[in-house]
């Protein structure tokens, strides 16, 4: 009961309040356009118009509801073996499951995550993208079918009423019309984008993280100079079974969101071995940096960094962190204004409390300077390889 009151309060934020006001606005207005006249035709269409609504939203709301799926906190593989293939996750304390991904707005690990849309306010992953790419299919219909009729019915107005009543007619009925048909061309073209990328990932069983992981991939054996093997994405089994993955409640079912079938030659773990190469090459890739001028956490510090610093922020939802004086920064993405990392040693704090809970994120460039040449040997080796024990320690416990 608790787990259905938290799936009903995701219906209070603003994407699923704007997509419902959204639906309801251009329904009602298509509706007050609809041709008066009682044909076959014209009852047909409005029956098609109202299921295709209905199936819009039935699968809008199942996609909220049904959620997901989440891995269970402080989750571990049967076989403990296994574990040194896994990434550790310190918000659910526990191993990320292949293709599971830690969400930092539901905060927990997402089986199979593909992104967290914030018009369901919820994550797309194993259990709802089914019932998300038919609302997004539905939704795109309803939307085109209700432009169709507005430029239809608003045309006709035009072309059959006097200029005079053209003009001192209903002007409030045609401002709705026109403001409604632009609202319902442009969710046809955002519909339209967004299920072109999803069937464009589902055919390759990939979600959009996987997407870039497999990218990166490729990328390490184009740069490097010692010669690896070429990655294979285990998951792709050609284009039907890849449907049935997301669209076959058995196929759903048998995998559970954690095993999932693979191509020969490939493993459970051929991904995540991936992802964990990728990880060290960045932690040797980073960068230590220390603080000289304290950050205040804000997402636009126009009083105390400036305006490009405000004006130039990262088009990303990271959070930003605050730092202060001689706090020491482990960074991996660099930009003019602003740098991303990890704090690794502060002066309020012990680094082993402070690694238990991750602050992690964006700051001003303006408030470090880069100090990696200027640290001992030693000491940067033992910074950059903390992480790394932190977690053998952990999997093995």
């Keep these: 009961m608790d787990e259905e009151a938290n799936e009903l309060k995701r219906f209070l934020h603003w994407g699923p309040i704007l997509t419902i006001g959204n639906t309801l606005i251009i329904g009602l207005t298509t509706l007050s356009w609809w041709p008066k006249d009682f044909s076959f035709t014209t009852q047909a269409h409005l029956g098609m118009f109202m299921l295709v609504n209905v199936l819009a939203a039935y699968n809008f709301v199942m996609a909220?509801?049904?959620?997901?799926?989440?891995?269970?906190?402080?989750?571990?593989?049967?076989?403990?073996?296994?574990?040194?293939?896994?990434?550790?996750?310190?918000?659910?304390?526990?191993?990320?499951?292949?293709?599971?991904?830690?969400?930092?707005?539901?905060?927990?690990?997402?089986?199979?995550?593909?992104?967290h849309c914030p018009w369901i306010n919820h994550c797309v992953g194993w259990s709802n993208q089914a019932y998300f790419v038919y609302f997004v299919f539905f939704y795109m219909l309803s939307n085109l079918h209700a432009a169709v009729v507005l430029a239809l019915s608003g045309s006709s107005y035009f072309i059959e009423h006097s200029i005079r009543r053209r003009r001192f007619g209903n002007i409030f009925g045609l401002s709705m019309c026109l403001i409604c048909f632009s609202l319902a061309t442009g969710m046809v073209l955002c519909m339209l984008k967004l299920l072109c990328m999803q069937l464009r990932i589902v055919l390759k069983n990939m979600t959009s993280i996987e997407q870039w992981i497999v990218e990166k991939a490729n990328n390490r054996r184009c740069c490097k100079q010692h010669k690896l093997e070429p990655f294979v994405y285990p998951y792709n089994l050609g284009w039907y079974f890849n449907l049935g993955q997301v669209f076959n409640i058995e196929s759903q079912t048998r995998s559970q969101g954690i095993e999932w079938p693979v191509r020969k030659g490939c493993d459970q773990y051929t991904l995540t071995k991936e992802q964990i190469a990728q990880k060290k090459e960045k932690l040797e890739r980073s960068r230590i940096y220390r603080c000289i001028r304290r950050s205040t956490g804000y997402w636009f510090p126009i009083f105390s960094q400036g305006l490009m610093v405000t004006v130039c922020v990262p088009c990303a939802d990271d959070p930003r962190i605050c730092v202060e004086l001689n706090d020491l920064i482990r960074v991996t993405r660099i930009q003019d204004y602003w740098l991303f990392g990890e704090l690794v040693r502060c002066e309020r704090g012990e680094p082993h409390e402070l690694r238990q809970r991750c602050i992690r994120g964006w700051f001003p460039s303006r408030c470090a300077i880069d100090v990696t040449e200027q640290m001992d040997a030693k000491e940067l080796s033992e910074l950059k390889s903390s992480q790394s024990k932190l977690k053998q320690k952990l999997n093995q416990d």
């Design 64 to 115: 909220i509801m049904v959620g997901p799926g989440f891995l269970p906190k402080q989750w571990r593989p049967q076989n403990s073996r296994d574990s040194k293939y896994l990434q550790y996750c310190r918000k659910c304390d526990g191993l990320k499951a292949p293709r599971s991904h830690h969400c930092r707005r539901c905060n927990r690990c997402v089986k199979k995550m593909d992104h």
